[in-house]
Nanobody
Framework: QVQLVESGGGLVQAGGSLRLSCAASARTFGNYAMGWFRQAPGKERDFVSAISRSGEITYSADSVKGRFTISRDNAKKTVYLQMNSLKPDDTAVYYC???????????????????WGQGTQVTVSS
């Protein structure tokens, strides 16, 4: 069982930055690829970014490329999402998730993730 706890959300003006953190309870954190998803009111939960177990491979949605950066610290059992140049369209609840699936091509899909955090709200004002 893996417990994930997100933090770092909040209210920020357009153009501003936030860094989300996701702390994991698993002793085997390094065995999981990690992902960030977001869900705006009335919309589906969408893929944002994912990172491999070692941190060497990352994927990001086109909508956030060049603005968001995913990273991880396996010693601290934490994954991060640095969000810059935020836009009102980035407003959503952000969730981190863990997957044991070894195929990076599937990490954009919600169903491959085994564990989810409770989410943290990010609100970007115009």
């Amino acid at each position: 069982q893996v417990q994930l706890v997100e933090s770092g959300g909040g209210l920020v003006q357009a153009g501003g930055s936030l860094r989300l953190s996701c702390a994991a309870s698993a002793r085997t954190f390094g065995n999981y690829a990690m992902g960030w998803f977001r869900q705006a009111p009335g919309k589906e939960r969408d893929f944002v970014s994912a990172i491999s177990r070692s941190g060497e491979i990352t994927y990001s949605a086109d909508s956030v490329k060049g603005r968001f950066t995913i990273s991880r610290d396996n010693a601290k059992k934490t994954v991060y999402l640095q969000m810059n140049s935020l836009k009102p369209d980035d407003t959503a609840v952000y969730y981190c998730a863990a997957t044991s699936d070894p195929y990076g091509s599937r990490w954009t899909t919600k169903s491959v993730y085994d564990y989810w955090g409770q989410g943290t709200q990010v609100t970007v004002s115009s």
